[in-house]
């Protein structure tokens, strides 16, 4: 399995050095996560006005050298506190993958994308509160001078949500695992799906993804 990339006090993040204890802490904790092996994560730049303290991750889903998902995950510290938040830590994450064309028109795929997350953070034991996202599907066909290009479909899920248990790593480990999930591979730690309605492969359902390269 592989180990989160680059040391906590190195790449992204503002302001670590001299940051709180607590904040050290939870980014040591995201350090020090192992995951499944089809996950590359990066650390990256992180905001400098959403929170006092931030530290930020990018991840990607390489198979047989494809890329099939990536996305991005945000920590973010205010030892205040915000309302919005319910308490002094907060995720913000970033996860995005191309499917299957005739995904597009399923109306359940937003449901299913969100029950995703939350199902992934159940499964890992993440204690979480306040959560809230967007996910978004957009078809795209070719035409003209682009004409020969497949269409393409995209879903895109943004989220974020107050971790209510101090293990960091699991949160860190279910993000990985929604990643995975829409990359179209299955979970590590199956997890009942919120729809029960919702056809199932070991709980989860893995959504049709093209094995392709994608380019940002």
Same mark, same amino acid.
């Given at each position: 399995? /592989? /180990?989160?990339? +680059? $040391?906590?006090?190195q790449?992204?993040?503002?302001?670590?050095? &001299?940051?709180?204890?607590?904040? !050290?802490?939870a980014v040591?904790?995201?350090? +020090?996560?192992?995951?499944?092996?089809?996950?590359?994560? #990066?650390?990256?730049?992180?905001?400098?006005?959403?929170?006092?303290?931030?530290y930020?991750?990018?991840?990607?889903?390489?198979?047989?050298?494809? =890329?099939?998902?990536?996305?991005?995950?945000?920590?973010?510290?205010?030892?205040a506190?915000?309302?919005?938040?319910?308490g =002094?830590? !907060?995720?913000?994450?970033?996860?995005r993958?191309?499917l299957?064309?005739?995904m /597009?028109g399923?109306?359940?795929?937003?449901?299913?994308?969100?029950?995703?997350?939350?199902?992934?953070?159940d499964? $890992?034991?993440?204690?979480?509160?306040?959560? #809230? +996202?967007t996910?978004?599907?957009?078809?795209?066909?070719?035409?003209g001078?682009?004409?020969?290009r497949?269409?393409?479909?995209?879903?895109?899920? !943004?989220? &974020?949500?107050?971790?209510?248990?101090?293990?960091?790593?699991? $949160?860190?480990?279910?993000?990985?695992d929604?990643?995975?999930?829409?990359a179209?591979?299955?979970?590590?730690?199956?997890?009942?799906l &919120?729809?029960?309605?919702?056809?199932s492969?070991?709980?989860?359902?893995?959504?049709? /993804?093209?094995?392709?390269?994608? #380019? $940002?």
């Amino acid at each position: 399995m /592989a /180990a989160v990339g +680059g $040391h906590p006090a190195q790449g992204g993040g503002t302001g670590k050095e &001299s940051a709180p204890i607590e904040f !050290r802490d939870a980014v040591e904790a995201l350090a +020090g996560a192992r995951l499944r092996p089809e996950i590359e994560l #990066s650390p990256a730049p992180a905001p400098r006005r959403m929170a006092p303290f931030a530290y930020a991750l990018t991840a990607t889903v390489e198979v047989d050298g494809e =890329e099939l998902a990536d996305g991005r995950l945000v920590l973010l510290y205010d030892p205040a506190g915000q309302d919005a938040w319910n308490g =002094e830590f !907060r995720l913000v994450s970033m996860t995005r993958a191309e499917l299957e064309p005739e995904m /597009a028109g399923d109306p359940m795929l937003s449901d299913v994308g969100w029950a995703w997350l939350t199902d992934a953070l159940d499964a $890992h034991g993440a204690g979480y509160v306040e959560p #809230s +996202g967007t996910v978004t599907r957009c078809a795209s066909q070719y035409f003209g001078g682009l004409g020969e290009r497949e269409p393409s479909t995209e879903i895109e899920i !943004r989220a &974020s949500w107050t971790p209510a248990d101090g293990r960091f790593d699991r $949160h860190l480990s279910a993000w990985a695992d929604l990643l995975c999930v829409c990359a179209g591979l299955p979970p590590t730690t199956p997890a009942p799906l &919120s729809l029960p309605d919702a056809p199932s492969l070991g709980g989860v359902v893995p959504m049709p /993804a093209r094995r392709r390269p994608r #380019s $940002h």
